[in-house]
T-cell receptor, first 114, second 113 residues
Framework: GENVGLHLPTLSVQEGDNSIINCAYS??????FIWYKQESGKGPQFIID?????DKRQGQRVTVLLNKTVKHLSLQIAATQPGDSAVYFC?????????????FGGGTRLMVKP | GAGVSQSPSNKVTEKGKDVELRCDPI?????LYWYRQSLGQGLEFLIY????????KSGLPSDRFSAERTGGSVSTLTIQRTQQEDSAVYLC???????????FGSGTRLTVV
């Protein structure tokens, strides 16, 4: 659910290492999940998505894992690069949602050390 | 257009003044959303427009905030009698109904002095 008003947790990783960003979602009826990346001064941009009938989906250097049992979503970034430094948000959409409303998590700031 | 366009990109205003923020969604996108993002924080939902339906205003923080969407396209978010706590980045997003995910604009950074 929304975490309005909370300061962002920060994950600091060394360039070249793998990063794992976690997200706990609140609604067991959610059937679609997205990860967004927000670089400084820009709007959030789509990275990868996953539907609830899957537990893993891979993109280029990114993998999203979904554990519906514990309502947990994670984003794994392989060989993290300085350009990956950004704030990452997870978002969920409830099945049967009349609109397209997404509920955003509070975000995690990823800092990549050269 | 190719993406969601917001203007102005930056706005500095004096406390007590009214401001208008503009959003041009992607052509054909019937759903439009406004979010607020305070410095270093997450996304706070403000308002949602879908086609000709009544907007979902449940996220507006006070009656100083209002928004309209003309002709199902451009939207304007108005903040009356601005306060310093209104300082934030205001993000607009649009989507096609039945599609997944939003496309965000780059936001308007509002500073109330």
């Amino acid at each position: 659910g929304e975490n309005v008003g909370l300061h962002l947790p920060t994950l600091s990783v060394q360039e070249g290492d793998n990063s794992i960003i976690n997200c706990a979602y609140s609604n067991s009826a959610s059937d679609y999940f997205i990860w967004y990346k927000q670089e400084s001064g820009k709007g959030p941009q789509f990275i990868i998505d996953i539907r609830s009938n899957m537990d893993k989906r891979q993109g280029q250097r990114v993998t999203v894992l979904l554990n519906k049992t514990v309502k947990h979503l994670s984003l794994q970034i392989a060989a993290t690069q300085p350009g990956d430094s950004a704030v990452y948000f997870c978002a969920e959409k409830q099945a049967g949602n009349a609109g397209n409303m997404l509920t955003f998590g509070g975000g995690t700031r990823l800092m990549v050390k050269p | 257009g190719a993406g969601v366009s917001q203007s102005p990109s930056n706005k500095v205003t004096e406390k007590g003044k009214d401001v208008e923020l503009r959003c041009d969604p992607i052509s054909g996108h019937t759903a439009l959303y406004w979010y607020r993002q305070s410095l270093g924080q997450g996304l706070e939902f403000l308002i949602y427009f879908q086609g000709n339906s009544a907007p979902d205003k449940s996220g507006l923080p006070s009656d100083r905030f209002s928004a309209e969407r003309t002709g199902g396209s451009v939207s304007t978010l108005t903040i009356q009698r601005t306060q310093q706590e209104d300082s934030a980045v205001y993000l607009c997003a649009s989507s096609l109904v039945g599609s997944d995910g939003y496309t965000f604009g780059s936001g308007t950074r509002l500073t109330v002095v």
